[in-house]
């Protein structure tokens, strides 16, 4: 009976060893993708430049509202710089 004990200890330990080198060396035939790895370093610029002066717009527009085409949402703030073709408000006409 100890000698049947001992034989199929080694065979379980025997297939064991087998099946983890097959899994270790037969592995998936997908490849490996692999990526260059560089440090990032922090630095300091002590190259400021400051300069002194005066934002002067282009130009002003006049913009009024007709309150006879009901209420307006504003689309900008005082302030704020816009774009040409920038929605500035839009009209909330129930009527239409």
């Known amino acids: 009976m100890k ?10 330990v025997t297939i064991g060893i087998g099946a983890g ?4 060396f037969a592995g998936s035939s997908e490849p490996v993708m692999t990526y260059k790895v560089s440090e990032v370093l922090e630095k300091q610029i002590e190259n400021q430049q400051k300069f002194a002066g005066e934002v002067i717009p282009n130009g002003i527009e006049t913009i009024s509202f007709d309150p006879t085409k009901g209420t307006y949402d504003l689309a900008v703030k005082k302030g704020d710089e816009v774009k040409k073709g920038q929605l500035l408000f839009k009209y909330n006409d129930p009527t239409v």
């Open 3 to 12: 000698k049947i004990n001992k034989v199929i200890i080694i065979g379980v």
């Open 21 to 24: 080198a097959y899994m270790t």
